[in-house]
T-cell receptor, first 109, second 112 residues
């Protein structure tokens, strides 16, 4: 069992709609959670970090964390073609980072 | 502020050749990391350095060595390249273990 799991996609989202990405993790003591965006041929760039249960909003992005369910999600509101990328979930457990394999998002005009 | 820089951007090696990938950061970060990324496999940690003077193995260390030259620089060496090491290599840095990591632009390595 992978420690951090994501649906690989592709997740096809109409322009202007909400994209919902999910990530589950296996280590209950995980403390820090991150979402990265990676365009094809580029390096991962940080979108959001979240450390406590609940929602955290930054512009069109909202991260949601539920430690009891070992679940972290990312919502992208008003999706734009420029949001087409692979989104990586990363989980830190006592200094050990684990990345999911990523979910590919395709925003269609 | 360049962030994390890596050299070279592209490299082609023949089986058995050696090379060193260079990484430097100007964010005064304590921790530095080397990852490889293969299609469908996500990012896998090769080696990391929690602080200057320390290095530790990650998930896939075989065939690699690292050197934390100083706080800014962290190099990855392939002593005898193999086709299985064809990949994209990313260097990253962070303030420490539980903090976000920032990535360099990557090195695309092909081993023939």
């Amino acid at each position: 069992q992978k420690e951090v799991e994501q649906n690989s996609g592709p997740l096809s989202v109409p322009e202007g709609a909400i994209a919902s990405l999910n990530c589950t993790y296996s280590d209950r003591v995980s403390q820090s959670f991150f979402w990265y965006r990676q365009y094809s041929g580029k390096s991962p760039e940080l979108i959001m970090s979240i450390y406590s249960n609940g929602d955290k909003e930054d512009g069109r992005f909202t991260a949601q964390l539920n430690k009891a369910s070992q679940y972290v999600s990312l919502l992208i509101r008003d999706s734009q073609p420029s949001d087409s990328a692979t989104y990586l979930c990363a989980v830190d457990s006592w200094g050990k980072f684990q990345f999911g394999a990523g979910t590919q998002v395709v925003v269609t005009p | 502020n360049a962030g994390v820089t890596q050299t070279p951007k592209f490299q082609v090696l023949k089986t058995g050749q050696s090379m060193t990938l260079q990484c430097a950061q100007d964010m005064n970060h304590n921790s530095m990391y080397w990852y490889r990324q293969d299609p469908g496999m996500g990012l896998r940690l090769i080696y990391y350095s929690a602080s200057e003077g320390t290095t530790d193995k990650g998930e896939v260390p075989n065939g690699y060595n690292v050197s934390r030259l100083n706080k800014r620089e962290f190099s990855l060496r392939l002593e005898s390249a193999a086709p299985s090491q064809t990949s994209v290599y990313f260097c990253a840095s962070s303030q420490g273990g539980r903090y976000e990591q920032f990535f360099g632009p990557g090195t695309r390595l092909t081993v023939l």
